[in-house]
């Protein structure tokens, strides 16, 4: 059975919770994900499920975000949260959706996107952001941000701070 990868619709919203819920142990990303939802510049296309056999199994998400510096503002997007179900991981579900957004992202033009993430993105390409000039607005908690360049030498004099849509104040603390 193939896996599809298609935009969300509100009948899959509580699934989605339960995935990220599932995923993380806590509930900060699915009400991160509901508080976006009620966002001005909420996007659904950029809510991307996969789904199995009619079951959706997995969830990623990319916000509009700028990165801030002295030269000016430069619209990136970030991808968080992704997650899929424990029960079906290593299936290639994650990949699937972090390819489509990148799929989708060059095809409407986008230059840059940046992810808190561990190696499991080196596969498509990102690179640490802080080797680019580009910096999480907490520095105390290290550098974790990742870049993808989707155009070539996007992040090319890019040097500054990222800055999130309001909803993702509560968890800038905590991890952003
Ligand atoms: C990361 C995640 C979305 C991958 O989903 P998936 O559907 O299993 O992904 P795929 O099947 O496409 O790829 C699985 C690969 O990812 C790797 N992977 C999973 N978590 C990883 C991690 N923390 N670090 C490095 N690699 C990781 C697996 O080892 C596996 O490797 P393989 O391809 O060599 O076998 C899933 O493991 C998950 O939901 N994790 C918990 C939530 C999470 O960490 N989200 C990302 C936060 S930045």
């Not at 995935?19 to 909420?42: C, M, P």
């Not at 659904?44 to 002295?70: K, Q, Y």
């Not at 409407?108 to 498509?124: A, D, K, P, Q």
Request: aromatic content about 10%; overall charge negative; cysteine-free.
């Amino acid at each position: 059975m193939a896996i599809i990868i298609r935009s969300e619709i509100p009948e899959d919203f509580d699934i989605i919770d339960r995935i990220h819920d599932e995923a993380f142990g806590h509930d900060w990303e699915s009400k991160l994900i509901r508080a976006l939802r009620t966002e001005a510049g909420y996007d659904p296309t950029l809510s991307l499920v996969a789904e199995l056999d009619g079951m959706v199994i997995g969830h990623i998400l990319f916000s509009r975000i700028t990165v801030e510096s002295p030269a000016g503002s430069h619209p990136a997007l970030i991808l968080a949260p992704l997650a899929v179900f424990k029960e079906y991981r290593s299936m290639k579900a994650g990949t699937l959706l972090v390819s489509e957004g990148i799929r989708i992202a060059k095809e409407r033009g986008e230059t840059m996107m940046l992810v808190y993430g561990h190696r499991f993105y080196e596969r498509f390409g990102f690179t640490m952001a802080h080797e680019k000039g580009i910096f999480r607005p907490n520095p105390m908690k290290g550098e974790f941000v990742r870049l993808l360049e989707l155009t070539e030498g996007a992040a090319n004099g890019v040097m500054g701070v990222i800055k999130y849509p309001v909803s993702f104040k509560p968890l800038i603390e905590q991890w952003y």
